[in-house]
Nanobody, 137 residues
Framework: QVELVESGGGSVQAGGSLRLSCSAP????????MAWFRQAPGKEREGVAI????????YYADSVKGRFTISRDKSNSTVDLRMNSLKPEDTAMYYC??????????????????????????????WGQGTQVTVSS
């Protein structure tokens, strides 16, 4: 059973920073897209950021662009989400997820891959348990 383990959530005041970390099995890290999603109570799941771990190519949702940075550490098979200039609307449960790379003939954009996880959770293969981020005004 594949386990993605998130850490680093917490409470912070608006304008502050937090760093989330996701640990994945190496074989998953090397063969899957990795991403962060979030979901606030009563709201739909939102894809926050995705990284192609092989090249380090990234894509961000407009709501976090310029404030959040997703990165990967191949030596530890971890994916981090650095969150700066946090706003109350960033408050949510944050989930790490992994999705298999495309098969031959498929050339999706990172945006398309990320969005697929907002519409149907099963479009992504593995999910962590989540870590809470709370931003107070």
């Amino acid at each position: 059973q594949v386990e993605l383990v998130e850490s680093g959530g917490g409470s912070v005041q608006a304008g502050g920073s937090l760093r989330l970390s996701c640990s994945a099995p190496l074989h998953i890290f090397l063969t899957h897209y990795m991403a962060w999603f979030r979901q606030a109570p009563g709201k739909e799941r939102e894809g926050v950021a995705i990284i192609y771990t092989s090249s380090g190519t990234t894509y961000y949702a407009d709501s976090v662009k310029g404030r959040f940075t997703i990165s990967r550490d191949k030596s530890n098979s971890t994916v981090d989400l650095r969150m700066n200039s946090l706003k109350p609307e960033d408050t949510a449960m944050y989930y790490c997820a992994a999705r298999h790379l495309p098969v031959a003939g498929e050339v999706p954009t990172l945006e398309e891959v990320l969005v697929a996880g907002t519409t149907k959770k099963r479009n992504w293969d593995y999910w962590g348990q989540g870590t809470q981020v709370t931003v107070s005004s």
